[in-house]
């Protein structure tokens, strides 16, 4: 086939396409993602029945941020790498700067706990499910959010999966803050890290075979 | 019009780092414009074209490029290079044949595409001759190119 005949081809009658697409697919994905998240929470996992009462505690307000700024970073970053040729802007570097300051409120938080007390901020009760109940219910997003990413056109495939997982893994984070009942700065500065991390490696490991086009 | 103006430019530009392989570059070539179509939708109008098809092109490329360094780019025959002349002129033509791809799609994509982009029809009397609703053709025109580009990406 000539390719001149191919130009005539897709020219020929082509519609006008609607630009709000893409972001009405992220809303999409976004919305029903974290609806699923939070039925799995709320029906596999029960929510925490001291939840209002926590709510009045600055460190559940601290936790509540940490999620919602990484995941709108991270949504952010995933929603520009679908755009080929977009510059990424700063909200990729906005990622570590969350990340470490919550490290150094652990570390003001333990420096200032005898010793004998460190160990229960650091484990709490559910170390050692955290990270994986975090990417439990961080799942349901990272489908979504890799589907409407094959979607669109994302050119570093690695970073879209990687960049969908972290997004996928701090809502999630988010929503499992429902049933979580640990508001210790160094728990969250390890274990919520980690469950973020686990649909990350998840997304990176995905994006090359499942993002090409 | 746009898509003659682009087709100059990328067939420029994939000739030039193409060299080795002047055949891949029409099939490239008609990849690309496949994929700048069938992703017009992700163009962010704030930001500048060139750089939108650039990183396509660049894209495209370095997946061309990677597939072939996974199989046969040793085994390539060495008498290729007499041909770089030869193809720079109208290798207009690319080694498969979009018509035949095509005829391998069902009738609810093969359809709207032959009457609507082919035949220049317009989509409401092809939703009239083949008796589908009109978003139907447009989806259909939608899938079908996908699912060609699908093809053609699996035949490189």
Known sequence: MKTEDLVSLLSTGAEAVDLRLPSRRWLLALAGGASIAFLLTAGLLKLNPALWHEASKPMFWVRESYCAVLGVLGFVTAVRLARPGLRLGLAPMGIPVAVIAMWVLAVVTLVATPPQNQGRLILGNTAGVCPFLIALVAAPLLIALLWVMRSLAPTRLRWAGAACGFAAGSIGALVYTLHCPELAAPFLAIWYLLGMLIPTTLGAWLGPRLLRW | ?156
């Open chain 2, 1 to 156: 019009m746009f898509l003659d103006e682009l087709t100059v430019r990328l067939r420029s530009y994939l000739r030039k780092r193409l060299g080795g392989l002047p055949d891949e570059v029409e099939d490239l070539l008609q990849d690309l414009l496949l994929a700048v179509h069938n992703k017009r939708h992700t163009y962010d109008p704030k930001q500048p074209l060139t750089a939108w098809v650039q990183a396509i092109a660049r894209y495209k490329l370095v997946d061309l490029l990677r597939r072939r360094s996974r199989g046969d780019v040793l085994t390539d025959p060495l008498d290729e290079d007499d041909q770089v002349f030869a193809t720079a002129n109208d290798a207009a033509e690319a080694q498969y044949d979009v018509a035949k791809l095509l005829r391998g799609l069902p009738d609810r994509q093969r359809l709207p595409i032959q009457y609507v982009k082919i035949e220049g029809a317009s989509v409401t009397d092809t939703a009239a001759r083949t008796g589908m609703s009109e978003s139907a053709v447009k989806v259909g025109i939608h899938r079908g190119l996908k699912a060609l580009a699908e093809r053609i990406r699996n035949i490189g």
